[in-house]
């Protein structure tokens, strides 16, 4: 999976037909072009589990679940181009792809920015740490505390977190290969990310002298931070999200999402309570 870590690099997971512009650079009704098309335009962020390159094809619980969906509706062919996580957004709204599937959580200032789709999965925050974990970092609240370095990447709800709590120490990196060096050569104590993404991260370095912590919720002003992640549209591409919220909605109730998920490190404990939807989570309720 070296290759997932490598920026701008286009992958394919069908075929290589180039679709036209949509949304507000090709005007007229994106769903319909993207069937007439039959291709789509995906960005990722190279994030392992959620949306990576492997020996020269894309793959992640996002890309894939994008594929199972697309197909649904009509669009066979997926391509992907990947881009630092703090360009995802902007390289959507510029047109260099026509969704975002990278597992991206949905934050009001994101929403502000772009369309979410319906959640796709929740998960827990973790940190990186030596083994032993010597110590004691299992919150961020403890990261204030004992001063340590802590590493996140660019534009994660991980360094929105640290930002709100006041935590001055913080390294960003644009991706996870630069954050675990970082951790590697001691620049830094921790890094945070999803605890799926780290466990899929020290699976992919087995020689690494690190633990992941266990999972948790972070708390910022006595409210829980919930990773809740699903797929970007540009604002106006309502028939296309729609159409697509009817086909993930699907595939989480039938079973196929888990059977999707699985070989990336999901499980049950993934699928988004009922009580947690998209408009809840731009609200910022």
């Not at 026509?98 to 999965?121: K, N, T, W």
């Not at 590493?151 to 709100?164: D, H, W």
């Not at 409210?223 to 919220?245: C, H, I, P, S, Y």
Request: hydrophobic share 40%; aromatic share 6%; with cysteine.
């Amino acid at each position: 999976m070296k290759g997932a870590l490598a920026v701008g690099v286009t992958a394919t997971l069908a075929a290589c037909t180039e679709a036209p512009q949509t949304g507000s650079q090709g005007g007229g009704n994106t769903l319909q072009r993207l069937r007439d098309a039959g291709t789509v335009r995906v960005g990722i962020a190279g994030e392992i589990p959620y949306g990576f390159t492997r020996d020269g094809e894309v793959t992640g619980e996002s890309p894939e679940v994008a594929k199972a969906v697309f197909n649904a509706i009509g669009v066979p062919n997926v391509e992907s181009t990947q881009v630092e996580f703090g360009q995802l957004i902007p390289g959507l709204n510029a047109g260099q792809y026509d969704m975002v599937a990278a597992g991206m959580a949905i934050l009001p200032e994101r929403c502000q920015q772009a369309q979410f789709s319906a959640v796709d999965y929740v998960t827990n925050t973790a940190f990186l740490v030596p083994q032993g974990n010597p110590e004691g970092i299992n919150n961020f609240e403890d990261v204030k505390a004992k001063g340590v370095n802590l590493a996140v990447l660019s534009g994660t709800i991980e360094q929105q977190v640290a930002e709100s709590l006041g935590i001055t120490n913080v390294q960003t990196f644009g991706g996870q290969a630069e954050m675990l060096q970082a951790i590697q050569a001691d620049r830094a104590y921790a890094g945070a990310l999803t605890d799926i993404s780290l466990r899929a991260l020290l699976e992919q370095n087995p020689n690494a002298k690190l633990e992941v912590t266990d999972g948790f919720v972070p708390v910022v002003d006595g409210e829980e931070q919930l990773q809740a992640g699903g797929f970007v549209f540009r604002k106006g591409d309502t028939d296309l999200v729609n159409a697509f919220n009817e086909e993930l909605r699907k595939l989480h109730e039938n079973g196929q999402w888990l059977e999707i998920v699985r070989p990336f490190g999901f499980t049950e404990d993934n699928l988004p309570p009922a009580d947690v939807t998209t408009e809840q989570l731009c609200s910022g309720e």
